[in-house]
Nanobody, 123 residues
Framework: QVQLVESGGGLVQPGGSLGLSCAAS????????MGWYRQAPGKQRELVAR???????TYADSVKGRFTISRDNAKNTVYLQMNSLKPEDTAVYYC?????????????????WGQGTQVTVSS
């Protein structure tokens, strides 16, 4: 099993910045793509940004130019730097990882999710 632990959420004023981090732990052989998703009240969960093991990235149009995703493969950690935050960025942010890890007696590749961290953008 893999555990993803997020940190860094909170309350920030519009135009401000916030950084999120997510560390994966467990008996992990490799991690493929890692990403951040968000879910606002009454809305579906949506992709914010995703980074593959080689470093290539994908961003939602709504965050391009404002958010930056990065990862430290040695630490099994993914980061999201959020700048120029807007009230519409308010949501619970979830970390996601595609990992090959020990699950019981065998290794298997699965999709893992963090518990979520609240980001609120408000004056």
């Amino acid at each position: 099993q893999v555990q993803l632990v997020e940190s860094g959420g909170g309350l920030v004023q519009p135009g401000g910045s916030l950084g999120l981090s997510c560390a994966a732990s467990g008996i992990i052989l490799s991690i493929g793509a890692m990403g951040w998703y968000r879910q606002a009240p009454g809305k579906q969960r949506e992709l914010v940004a995703r980074i593959r093991s080689g470093g290539s990235t994908t961003y939602a149009d709504s965050v391009k130019g404002r958010f930056t995703i990065s990862r430290d493969n040695a630490k099994n950690t993914v980061y999201l730097q959020m700048n120029s935050l807007k009230p519409e960025d308010t949501a619970v942010y979830y970390c996601n990882a595609d990992a090959l890890a020990k699950n019981g007696v065998a290794y298997r590749r699965s999709d893992y999710w963090g518990q979520g961290t609240q980001v609120t953008v408000s004056s």
